[in-house]
């Protein structure tokens, strides 16, 4: 954003603001591809309220404060919405939010009485109207310019949160007002599958979310994971609820989802800790906020406060600092993965994202890199949300100094030299175990916790490990002895006998967790599963057909491939002769692993808080063994909810879907006795 030079003068500066808030909504709501990152808009909107407030003769009907952003796109049919859908203001400063407090007091004149607010997350998606007909959906439109919007109907209907009827019969024109987003994970798969196909990456899930609505198939976006939660609703009769709480809980029960994080709150200090609380565990919720939103809670006071032309005065967006920054890229290294991916990294001066200190981050692939133009010495955007790695969204090059060279891609591999192969949009480097990059990776991912799972066996041990020579192969960790591990530096004698005995423990896994460590491309956990399952004994699953592969139920030609790839490799056979010679021995997948007609066969369970008798892990392993599947998150495909103590948002979200929540009690009642301590 330019700074405003000191002689500049005011009308001046409110039409460069206007220009640019101009060119910022449209870039936002019209081609995805926003130019400015949330926290550079924010302030360059508050400038210009700034401004036209100190200069009222500056203020224009058309001023980007006094209407809602965007534009309906003409490729859609414009749909006018029921009543107005008003935007809300955004404050960062405690100060402000404070204000805000003292201000609804004051218009209420309710004195020093605490005020009943409802909080919920700020969703970072797309808002949309759902408009009911006597209880069926007839269409759905996006905000647009707050009058108007977009037709999205057809898309809309396609999303699998969005009920195409409610729950209960509700007589006349109902509109129904929320968010369409993407979760992290799907976000996450969804620019995964893009860039295995050579595809543009999406910047973030709240751009997939509307690339997703605003297609003209619907069935390109019946394909892409998108999700609706509820925040509200107009009617053109009385709405029959008194309060905000009330209208989102009667929302729920009409099938409408509504975020489990919603609280009816008494005093601004205790919308102060909700504040506190949602920022602090905004990385372990499934999707990303930006904030939180803060509603006056009784529907009457609602109406007393009013709305400005914008905005109402009864709510605002109390955001978190931004998750989006600008710093240098000062190199790009190439980096070799588990099984040769080369990965671009950029690089980075230290800049803090989010309350962590950022150095290196994502450039996806080459073509990501090409596309974006990013040089080395650019200004960038860094993103970083939740567990993702940070990824570069764009380069500035307006910002350059002067001419930057595009970078060189390597054609051999940076860790062994050998030649790189193309594979679409990815380059792989093909040596396999005998590329130290790979095998270090490889080591690393065999002693992961879900894989062969032996503590302390982390990335800085690998790699002292291969660099002193003694470990080539995954087989050399078995031959180790606290002796030998003398001469690994920062080792001392008790580390190297617990992570001897660590590695000794490690021989007897059961065959699934084996067939995850090998890292065979395409199969993870789930897969991993299924091909002990059915082959049972490493030696069938080495020796399995195509035809027995594909056989196996959720197996497609992609994995078939990688696993007859790997296993007819030389150096693999040569591994897994050399592993049972030290004796791992993966236990047998049981005759009876999820047979048909299990006795959870088809049941999804979800486990939130912790349990005095089984770890999270020994839970899931014995529900997977009787047929069912687990989830991280909970929705309306989960058929069990088993609540431990200090239990979170899955529980709230659970009881408002009706699910069948199990306590600890309940659950050994269903799944047998847990396994013996040690």
Not at 582 to 597: D, H, L, M, Q
Not at 666 to 678: K, R, V
Request: hydrophobic share 40%; net charge negative; charged share 30%.
């Amino acid at each position: 954003m330019p700074k405003r030079p000191s002689h500049e003068d005011p009308a001046a500066r409110a039409e460069e603001l206007r220009r640019l808030l101009r060119k910022a909504d449209h870039e936002y709501y019209l081609l995805n591809a926003p130019s400015l990152t949330d926290a550079e808009y924010d302030a360059t909107f508050r400038e210009l309220q700034a401004l036209e407030a100190a200069h009222p003769d500056l203020l224009t009907p058309d001023s980007p404060t006094q209407r809602v952003a965007g534009a309906p796109a003409t490729e859609f049919a414009p749909v006018r919405h029921l009543e107005p859908m008003g935007s809300l203001d955004t404050l960062l400063e405690d100060q402000d939010a404070t204000d805000f407090d003292a201000r609804v007091r004051r218009l209420l004149e309710r004195g020093e009485e605490s005020i009943a607010y409802c909080c919920e997350p700020k969703i970072d998606g797309v808002a949309l109207e759902l408009v009911y007909r006597d209880g069926v959906l007839a269409s759905a439109s996006t905000r647009g310019d707050g009058e108007v919007g977009e037709d999205v109907t057809p898309n809309a209907r396609t999303v699998r949160t969005i009920p195409l009827s409610l729950g209960k019969p509700v007589p006349g024109v109902f509109a129904v007002r929320g968010e369409a987003y993407m979760t992290r994970e799907a976000f996450a798969t969804l620019n995964e599958e893009r860039s295995a196909t050579g595809e543009p990456l999406f910047a973030n899930p709240r751009n997939a979310a509307a690339g997703s609505l605003r297609q003209l198939d619907a069935s390109v976006t019946k394909r892409r994971p998108l999700a609706f939660l509820a925040y509200g609703a107009v009617s053109e009769a009385a709405l029959p609820w008194t309060s905000q709480a009330e209208l989102l809980a009667a929302l729920a029960e009409l099938g409408m989802g509504v975020s489990p994080e919603v609280r009816r709150i008494s005093g601004f200090e205790d919308v102060r800790a909700y504040h506190a609380d949602l920022r602090r565990r905004r990385d372990e919720l499934p999707h990303e906020i930006d904030g939180v939103v803060v509603k006056v809670d009784e529907l009457a006071d609602q109406a007393r406060l009013g709305a400005r032309s914008r905005s109402p005065r009864w709510a605002f967006a109390w955001k978190f600092e931004p998750v989006e920054r600008e710093t240098t890229l000062l190199a790009i290294e190439e980096t070799v993965g588990r099984v040769g991916t080369v990965t671009p990294i950029a690089l980075l001066e230290p800049v803090e994202v989010a309350g962590v200190i950022v150095q290196r981050a994502s450039l996806h692939n080459r073509q990501e890199v090409r596309r974006k133009d990013i040089r080395e010495g650019d200004r960038v955007i860094v993103h970083r949300a939740g567990d993702v790695i940070p990824y570069v969204v764009k380069s500035l090059p307006e910002k350059r100094a002067g001419e930057l060279p595009e970078f060189v891609f390597a054609t051999h591999c940076p860790a062994c030299g050998t030649e790189l192969v193309e594979e679409g949009a990815h380059w792989r480097c093909p040596s396999g175990l005998a590329c130290p990059a790979q095998r270090a990776e490889a080591i690393f991912h065999w002693g992961g916790k879900r894989a062969m799972d032996i503590d302390q066996l982390g990335e800085k041990v690998v790699a002292r490990l291969i660099e002193t020579g003694g470990v080539k192969t995954l087989a050399d960790l078995y031959r180790l002895t606290p002796e030998a591990l003398a001469d690994v530096e920062r080792m001392g004698e008790k580390s190297a006998k617990r992570l001897v005995e660590n590695i000794e423990a490690s021989k007897r896994r059961p065959l699934h967790r084996f067939v995850f460590a090998l890292g065979i491309r395409n199969v993870g956990e789930h897969v991993a599963r299924l091909l002990a399952s059915r082959f049972r004994f490493v030696e069938r699953l080495r020796d399995a057909t195509e035809a027995e592969l594909l056989a196996v139920k959720g197996v497609g030609p992609e994995v078939a491939a990688s696993v007859l790839e790997f296993m007819s490799r030389d150096d693999v056979r040569a591994l897994l002769d050399d592993l049972a010679k030290v004796g791992v021995e993966p236990e047998p997948a049981p005759e009876t692993a999820t047979p048909v007609g299990a006795p959870l066969e088809g049941a999804v369970f979800v486990f939130t808080g912790s349990m005095a008798r089984w770890s999270r892990e020994q839970a899931s392993e014995r529900v997977t063994s009787l047929g069912a599947r687990t989830s991280g998150s909970v929705s309306r495909k989960t058929t069990h909810v088993v609540a431990g103590e200090a239990a979170g948002s899955k529980l709230d979200k659970a009881r408002q879907l009706g699910l069948n929540i199990l306590t600890e009690d309940e659950f050994e009642h269903l799944a047998g006795p847990p396994p013996p301590a040690g």
